[in-house]
């Protein structure tokens, strides 16, 4: 795993990149010769680089894509190939999950470059926010594959784009293009093609300068298990939360900032 200093940094002998600056980190998946076909190297080394980002203080946002022309084809076919003993060996653990980053403190942006198939589709859907190019596609993949719904998918897609639509893309296979990806809720925006790690970093840099790092995390642990529990048990929490950041040290410095007419300094997640 290469750790450079500047986001436009890579060393191709690595499968997963990973650049940094102006409080983001940037995790690449970086085996373009193959469309970053995903390996159990891979997986383990990218669950690892975002952990590592979530744990330093000077991340404030982390940004995942794809080196060359795609995001991420799926599973490595050379493993596929190597029959039932091989693949359960790839099998990420289930730390290591696509999903991961719903568990984490701090924002991830996906920049989708290009395609995402299979379980490219559960990296890609893997983030809090996904900004893709013009030319994306995704597709699940599975149901053409005889596979079933993976890493966690038949629980995510219905929340995320609804039951008829989820079952659409699960049961048929089929691809799906940007605009109807944002149609359905799958991506938040789309871009221009070669524009979507730039438009992925403006979002995240914004976060990075002028959002609360306690913030950020307090809302996606609220959102993320609001998806399992019902209104009142979220108002309690959410009424908790708000008590507790009337104290914090984050609202006093943004009405000082403000008052000032200066940028709000916040304070780093804690290790």
């Known amino acids: 795993m290469a750790n450079t200093g500047s986001p436009g940094d890579t060393e191709a002998d690595d499968e997963i990149v990973v650049t940094a600056g102006d409080g983001v980190r940037v995790v690449t998946l970086n085996r373009p010769a193959v469309r970053n ?29 794809g080196a060359g022309t795609s995001f991420c084809a799926g599973a490595d076919l050379a493993v596929l190939r190597e029959g039932a003993t091989a693949i359960r060996e790839f099998l990420p653990a289930r730390a290591d999950y696509p999903l991961l980053a719903y568990r984490l403190r701090k924002p991830v942006i996906a920049a ?7 379980i490219g589709v559960a990296y890609a859907l893997g983030s809090d926010i996904r900004i893709a190019a013009e030319s994306v596609t995704l597709a699940t993949l599975f149901s053409r594959m005889g596979l079933v719904a993976e890493y966690g998918l ?24 940007a605009t109807e990806a944002a149609s359905l809720g799958l991506v938040h925006r789309v871009v221009p093609d070669g524009t979507t790690l730039d438009a992925a970093l403006d979002y995240a840099k914004d976060l990075a300068a002028h959002c609360s790092p306690a913030s950020l995390a307090a809302m996606k642990a609220q959102v993320y298990a609001d998806l399992g529990r019902g209104f009142d048990e979220s ?17 006093a410095e943004a009405l000082a900032a403000r008052a000032s007419k200066r940028p709000a300094v916040f304070r780093p997640l804690p290790t």
């Open 112 to 118: 989708l470059n290009g395609p995402a198939i299979g």
């Open 235 to 251: 108002l309690t929490d959410t009424i908790a939360r708000m008590d507790a950041s009337f104290d914090g040290p984050d609202l």
């Open 154 to 177: 038949s629980w995510q897609l219905p929340r995320l784009v609804g039951l008829q639509a989820a079952l659409d893309l699960l049961l048929s296979g089929r691809s799906v293009g």
């Open 37 to 65: 076909a995903m390996t159990a190297t891979m997986a383990r080394t990218y669950a690892a680089a975002l952990r590592a980002a979530d744990d330093d203080p000077a991340v404030r946002a982390i940004v995942v894509t």
